[in-house]
C-alpha cells in the first residue's frame, strides 16, 4: 500500500475518540476497509461484543492449520489537559516526519499496520497462510478484551502471536511482561467520642498494622527476573475515619503489586489473605481484602523459535542490534496466554515512548517500515 494511504488509515483511526470507549467504531472502520473481501472463502470477519458500543473484532485471512496471531488494542488513554498538546489529539498532524494525535504511538499505529499488512497480503492475493488478528476493548483499563477473546476460544491453537505494541522504533521485542494485582483492604471498627476511646475500636490503627506488614511481606517476594527484575509494590491510596473528634469506625487502602513469572498471582493472594487471616485473630480487627482485574505475569523466553524469527526479519532489515526485553506494563498478552495450545507471545511495534503523554507521536517512516517488517515476519513464520 502507498504511503499516503497508509498514513490516511491510521489518522482515520485516530480520529476516532475510543478513551475507554467507543471501540465498536474502530471495529466498524477495520471492518469496513475488510469489506471489498468479505464473501472470499478465506475471509471471516467476527466481532464479539463487550459492552454497548463496546467490540471486538476479529479478522481471519488465509489457509492452513497453523495460525498466527496478530494483536492490537482499539481503546486509547484520555488525552489529559487538551492545553498540553500543540495540536488536536484527535486530528492527527505530521511534523517533521512524525503524526502527533492520541494513539500514534499506543497503540493504533501498530494496530493499523497489523491491518495493512493483512490488507497487503488480500490486495497481492499472496496469503502466506492463516493469519488472525484480534482487535482488542479496554486493555488499557484490564484487557478485558482479550480476556473475553480468550475465555470463548478465539485464541485457542494459535502457533504465535505478535502484538504490536511499541518496542522502542522497533529495536526490541518484549517477551515478558510484568503481572498486575491491585487490591483494596477495608479495616472496619467502631465509632465512638474520641473523648471516651475505649468505645470504639480505632478502625486507621488496624489498618496501619496491615499496611506496616504488608510491606515486609512483599519485600520477601525477592527472586531477581532476568528480563523484568523484581516483583513491586506500591501503597497507592489511604482513607479513613470520618471527623477529628471520633474514633474512626472504617478506613481503606489500596496497593498495587507487579509481578514476576516466578510468584504466580495465586501464591501473593495466599500470602495477603494470610496476613489478613493472622490479623484478624487479634481482639477488634476486622479487615478484609478484594482483588481488582488480577493480571498473571509472562514469562519468555529468548531462545523460543518466535523470537529467533523476529530476530532473524529485523536483522535482515535494520542496522541496530534487536534488544530482547521484558516489559513493566501488563498487555493484552497476558490474557491470550491463557487460551489453549503451547505458543510463545511477542511485542514487537512502532511507536516510542511518547505513550499516555501529551503530544504523543509516532515516527512516519518506522510506522511505514513496521508494516514491511510484519509482511517479511509472517511469510517466514510460514515456511
Ligand atoms: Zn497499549
Known amino acids: 500500500m502507498e504511503k499516503e494511504k497508509q498514513m490516511e488509515i491510521l489518522k482515520n483511526l485516530i480520529a476516532i475518540d475510543s478513551v475507554n470507549d467507543n471501540e465498536a467504531k474502530v471495529a466498524d472502520y477495520i471492518t469496513s476497509l475488510f469489506e471489498p473481501y468479505k464473501d472470499r472463502e478465506d475471509v471471516d470477519i467476527k466481532r464479539v461484543t463487550y459492552a454497548p ?17 496478530f494483536s492490537g488494542h482499539e481503546d486509547v488513554v484520555s488525552p489529559g489537559e487538551l492545553s498540553a498538546w500543540d495540536s ?5 498532524e505530521i511534523k517533521d516526519g512524525k503524526l502527533f494525535g492520541r494513539g500514534a504511538t499506543d497503540m493504533k499505529g501498530g494496530l493499523a499496520a497489523l491491518v495493512i499488512t493483512m490488507l497487503d497480503f488480500l490486495v497481492a492475493d499472496k496469503i502466506p497462510g492463516k493469519i488472525r488478528l484480534f482487535a482488542t476493548v479496554g486493555e488499557e483499563t484490564g484487557e478485558y478484551g482479550a480476556a473475553q477473546l480468550t475465555k470463548a ?19 526490541e521485542v518484549g517477551i515478558a511482561s510484568k503481572g498486575v494485582i491491585d487490591y483494596a483492604v477495608t479495616s472496619m471498627g467502631k465509632g465512638a467520642h474520641s473523648s471516651k476511646p475505649e468505645e470504639g475500636i480505632n478502625a486507621i490503627d488496624h489498618l496501619i498494622d496491615f499496611a506496616n506488614e504488608v510491606k515486609l511481606l512483599m519485600e520477601k517476594f525477592d527472586e531477581v527476573d532476568p528480563f523484568l527484575g523484581k516483583l513491586t509494590h506500591v501503597q497507592s491510596v489511604f482513607q479513613g475515619g470520618e471527623q477529628i473528634n471520633s474514633v474512626p469506625a472504617k478506613a481503606l487502602m489500596k496497593g498495587n503489586i507487579r509481578t514476576i513469572p516466578t510468584y504466580s498471582n495465586q501464591a501473593v493472594f495466599a500470602a495477603l489473605n494470610g496476613l489478613i487471616d493472622k490479623l484478624n485473630q ?31 526479519v529485523h536483522d535482515e532489515m535494520y542496522s541496530d542490534p534487536m534488544k530482547v526485553v521484558g516489559n513493566t506494563g501488563a498487555s493484552d498478552g497476558s490474557e491470550f496466554l491463557h487460551a489453549k495450545g503451547n505458543f510463545s507471545i511477542v511485542q514487537v511495534g512502532p511507536g516510542n515512548d511518547s505513550e499516555h503523554q501529551s503530544n504523543e507521536n509516532i515516527d512516519v517512516d518506522i510506522f511505514s517500515q513496521s508494516v514491511e517488517f510484519y509482511k517479511k515476519l509472517a511469510v517466514a513464520f510460514f515456511n
Not at 485471512?61 to 495460525?67: A, R, S, Y
Not at 476460544?153 to 529495536?171: F, V
Open 53 to 69: 458500543n463496546r467490540d471486538n473484532l476479529v479478522v481471519t485471512i488465509g489457509k492452513g492449520k497453523k495460525v498466527l496471531g
Open 88 to 92: 488536536d489529539p484527535f486530528k492527527a
Open 153 to 171: 476460544g478465539y485464541a485457542d491453537g494459535l502457533a504465535g502471536l505478535i502484538i504490536a505494541e511499541p518496542s522502542n522504533e522497533m529495536k
Open 282 to 312: 487479634k481482639p477488634g480487627y476486622d479487615l478484609s481484602i478484594e482483588y481488582i482485574f488480577p493480571e498473571e505475569a509472562m514469562s519468555g523466553d529468548a531462545n523460543a523459535e518466535l523470537v529467533q524469527l523476529v530476530r532473524s
